[in-house]
């Protein structure tokens, strides 16, 4: 592989390797603006350009770093001279001279490619005094398609959104139009920009000129408090950061997994956190009683479960336990923990089917079908029916429910059913119904006794998604009010049987689990690695009856 | 010793627009002996006769035609750029709608030298005339069997399409065209890849100027040493045409051996329009930076010209008088090389732009102090940075005004107005 030496820095790289590439090796960020590492090179902002000597014979024109690739030995690359900072002064100039420079009211300020380089390359001052700067009359605000707007004074011309709808969507709703000082982005007549990966853009744009429908004016981003998680909207499992504000979800962007969501993530998904503002919320335990429910402590509503549960299990009748694919493999795991200690086969996790959701990676693309992130998960770790056992599908048509005694539901959102009242009367045939769950679904308020427990973004856990790949997420801030996580919920109740179940943390669940269950075996909760792990399971355990 | 017309010894002879009519004035005996030769001999010769290129940049034909990779399978092609648009250029024009035979026959000869079976003439759109007797010289060459399955009975297969641009100036770049002729945005690429290795639809392309290919047929009839025998020495060889426009008493194109002297060259387009005087002059072109009226005397070729620091350009030689307002002529200009820059590119974007509103301010008798140096610091940034040679045109002329016409502009912006007094561009003969 070709040695290449930047700033005095030698590093070995890949043949073909550009530059601003072989620049990260060795610590040195070219700035750069048009340059994306999944989009064809266009060396059009020429934000990058370097000093390049080959064979120690500096080149007479300063180089663009993204179109310049180290094919062999003897190249050196210079950032750090006077020419290269008068080239990006120059150019931070020419950015600057037409753009409306209206941070306050951008929503860009603060996350901002023309801020964090006039800070790094620009100069305090304008010498673009005395002319008008150019504007684009009556295109400050205009929808590209549901998702995006387009603000074309603040535009850069970088294309980068041109090229992800060429190149990653290959549906090229967008293309320059006009030409030099009036060039401007927009999209054909009549063919808005409404592909289901359209909020990327949005990420890709280095300015304000596009902006996220969802988002706008949503949050100043200096307020946001940025965690890594996962998405929910499907079984991708798109690896996202989550950006709140006090606990209340603003955004969710893509994160880096070149293994699943690459770059991207799709408009479903992003807009999938508002679900959690849209229910009402449960935030305490509540126990009917008299004919009424009421409010109750955590010990009062736990004892009466565990009271109903153990009759069930001595006087017959039995237990049924009813999952869905929003649990995480832990919950899951404590969840069948307990169907075990109360001796019921009776076991499902219910999972709705989605659209297809594509979204493209390198290896050509991951396909969720699912409208659950882990319904794969929760079956391996034992959700799934025991000899005679009934399966979700079955609980849900509401046989053999008139035989149980006691009907535990874990997640009053799992789907369309738990708002059907003709899906939750059936339910209902159950003497005891236990729900736990975010949201006060009637499904939670039919419940004997409903349990709060905690979101996705409020609780940590880990992900099993399409092509078997666990991956782990950290919860964001704590649940409001009462509510606790589901795996502080489940362990209080099965340390009622047997104590050495109490009190355990995440880490601690996924550890036993990894010891019991094959496909998880030698992982440690903090040992998975940041893109995932690929769970082996043999072809007869991917689709489990039921 | 009187110069006898090469390229332009057909102008003037209706005749000569069909195959009969030009074979009968001894067209397409070039052709014949060409393709006797082999493929390698053709571009040895253009080598040798050290033909540079007509378009602007001056580069070696033959050393273009052999960077065309031998005995691959991927198809070449040859692009024969006749999207001349640079103000002040007509030379192309007058050899297409005058002689199109021997641009076609320089193109067959350059397609046999380099293997290609496919050529596209890419024609400016403004040009319909040229375009329409270029389209039916065509439409003759295939009836008489010079191009088709078998060029003259020789088995090579060669097929020409005329192309028409829509009259974008960035579509006369070569990648720019390229692009234009692939159906897409007429906008550069980044090179490397150069269009030798990946050109046309990918494949190993030769672009080359009209009167660059109408110089072949008479390097191979006639052989590269009589070839190199014109000109000023072995780096500028061959005839040229210089398109002369401006305060001349008669403006047009003319044939001479490269390297005329400016002075010269004057005297051939009947000096100076009513005897006025000199002020100054662009040697190649609107982006050639302007000379003033002391260096008349200069070499009109590629390398003196380079060493005074200008560009022979495409040889369109712009003459200016004492009535003329540099800063204003210079704002023109930078008018046209705002209006042309494809966008693509921050600093020519921007930068034009910029220098537009700039230059306009100063006609305008809005200019500062410290405008002088802003034009200069933008060609800075715009010159060696941007992404196609367009950026580099632009500064021409503008950073030539402020070096070397620097009073002109200080009078400007110290008088607060034009000090001279506004005209038409175009005054009528006996209009005060």
Known sequence: ?546 | MAFEPVLTRNVGKPEVRSVRGYRAAGGYQALAKGLAMAPEEVVEEVKKSGLRGRGGAGFPCGVKWGFIPRGSDQPKYLVANADESEPGTFKDRLLMEHDPHQVLEGSILCCYAVGAHTCYIYIRGEYVEAAQILEAAIRDAYQEGILGDSVMGSGFLLDIHLHRGAGAYICGEETGMLESLEGKRGQPRIKPPFPAVVGAFGCPTVINNVETLANVPHIIERGADWYRSIGTDERNTGPKLYAVSGHVARPGTYETAIGIPFSELLELAGGMDRGRELKAFIPGGASAPILPAAQRDIALDFDTLAKAGSMLGSAAVIVMDDTTCLVRAVERLAQFFNHESCGQCTPCREGTNWMDLVLGRIERGEGRPEDPQLLLDLCGHIAGHSLCPLGDAAVGPVKSLVERFRDEVDAHIRDGRCPLPRRPYFQPEGSP
Not at chain 1, 62 to 80: H, L
Request: proline share 8%.
């Open chain 1, 1 to 546: 592989m070709p040695k290449v030496t930047i700033n005095g820095r030698t590093v070995e790289v890949a043949a073909g390797t550009n530059l601003i590439e072989a620049g990260l090796e060795v610590g040195v960020q070219i700035p750069h603006y048009c340059y994306h590492p999944r989009l064809s090179v266009v060396g059009q902002c020429r934000m990058c350009l370097v000093q390049v000597a080959l064979d120690g014979k500096v080149m007479p024109k300063p180089q663009a770093a993204c179109s310049t690739q180290v094919m062999k030995d003897g190249m050196e690359v210079r950032t750090d001279v006077p020419e290269v900072a008068e080239a990006q002064k120059g150019m931070m100039e020419f950015f600057l001279i037409n753009h409306p420079l209206d941070c306050p009211i951008c929503d860009q300020a603060g996350e901002c490619g023309l801020q964090d380089y006039s800070f790094k390359h620009g100069q305090a001052f304008s010498r673009f005094r005395f002319e008008d700067k150019r504007t684009y009359p009556a295109k400050e605000r205009i929808p590209l398609g549901p998702h995006v707007l387009l603000n074309m004074n603040r535009c850069i011309q970088c294309t980068r959104c041109v090229r992800f709808t060429e190149e990653i969507t290959g549906t090229g709703e967008l293309g320059f139009f006009e030409r030099g000082a009036r060039t401007e982005i927009g999209i054909f007549p009549g063919k808005p920009l409404a592909n289901p990966l359209s909020t990327c853009v949005v990420d890709l744009c280095p300015v304000g000129a596009l902006t996220s429908t969802r988002f706008r004016f949503a949050e100043r981003v200096w307020y946001l408090d940025k965690k890594p998680s996962l998405c929910t909207g499907c079984d991708v499992g798109c690896n996202i950061t989550l950006e709140h504000r006090t606990g209340a979800i603003r955004r969710y962007k893509p994160r880096l997994n070149p293994e699943v969501n690459d770059y991207w993530m799709c408009d479903h998904g992003r807009g999938s956190h508002e679900r959690y503002g849209e229910l009402p919320r449960l935030a305490a335990p509540r126990v009917r009683r008299d004919g009424g429910t009421a409010g109750a402590g955590w010990k009062e509503a736990l004892d009466e479960v565990d009271r109903q549960l153990r009759l069930a299990a001595t006087d017959g009748g039995g237990a049924a336990f009813l999952g869905s694919g929003f649990l995480t493999n832990e919950e899951a795991y404590l969840l069948a923990e307990i169907a075990e200690v109360i001796g019921s086969p009776h076991r499902g996790v219910w999972v709705e089917p989605g659209p297809d959701r594509t979204i493209p990676n390198l290896h050509g693309g991951v396909t969720g079908r699912e409208a659950a992130p882990n319904r794969r998960g929760a079956q391996l770790v034992g959700l799934v029916p025991g000899p005679d056992g009934l399966d979700a599908a079955a609980l849900l048509r509401g046989e053999g429910l008139g035989q149980c005694k006691v009907l535990v539901v874990a997640d009053s959102d799992f789907g369309g059913p738990a708002h059907d009242p003709e899906a939750v009367a059936r339910l209902r045939q159950v003497p005891f119904l236990v729900v736990l769950g975010w949201a006060d679904t009637p499904l939670a308020q039919a419940a004997d006794v409903a349990l709060p427990v905690a979101t996705h973004a409020e609780k940590d856990g880990t992900f099993v998604n399409c092509q078997w790949r666990v991956q782990r997420f950290e919860g964001a801030f704590p649940p409001p009010g009462q509510a606790r996580p589901g795996v502080a919920v489940l362990g209080d109740l099965l340390g009622r049987h047997n104590p050495q179940w109490a009190g355990l943390g995440t880490a601690q669940v996924f550890a036993r689990l990894a010891g019991e269950i094959a496909p998880f075996a030698g992982l440690r909760f903090e040992g998975i690695p940041v893109t995932g792990a690929v769970l082996e399971v043999a072809a007869a355990d991917r689709e489990p009856p039921g």
